[in-house]
């Protein structure tokens, strides 16, 4: 299985950006998808993932209503449109695939087993 995450950068505050994330290698229709980011000094977070049923998805409450999380299981890939971001966005922005077919999708690290390396967002003027 291969997560590969693109899309990071420098972007002000108030902008936007587009996460990518390409996958390989395992049956992308039946994982629930997560992204994850982790801030300098910080733990890593779940903040928003999408299920592979109805495409259901979770936010996060700091980043509802800005960041949109959807897949496209042609191409199976998974994107996280990051609108309005804030400087306490900055961090590394991670994706993973859940593999046990559960209905709904989690936030939590531990259903995620397949990982991608992860794309660096800072979000600064």
């Known amino acids: 299985a291969r997560l590969v995450e693109s899309g990071g950068g420098w972007v002000q505050p108030g902008g936007s950006l587009r996460l990518s994330c390409a996958t390989s290698?395992?049956?992308?229709?039946?994982?629930?998808i997560g992204w994850f980011r982790q801030a300098p000094g910080k733990e890593r977070e779940g903040i928003s993932c999408v299920s592979m049923s109805d495409g259901g998805t979770y936010y996060v409450d700091s980043v509802k209503g800005r960041f949109t999380i959807a897949r496209d299981n042609a191409k199976k890939a998974v994107y996280l449109q990051m609108n309005s971001p804030k400087p306490e966005d900055t961090a590394i922005y991670y994706c993973?695939?859940?593999?046990?077919?559960?209905?709904?999708?989690?936030?939590?690290?531990?259903?995620?087993?397949?990982w991608g390396q992860g794309t660096e967002v800072t979000v600064s003027s």
């Open positions: 993973a695939a859940d593999p046990a077919r559960r209905w709904e999708c989690g936030r939590s690290e531990d259903l995620y087993v397949y």
């Open positions: 290698g395992f049956d992308f229709e039946h994982h629930n």
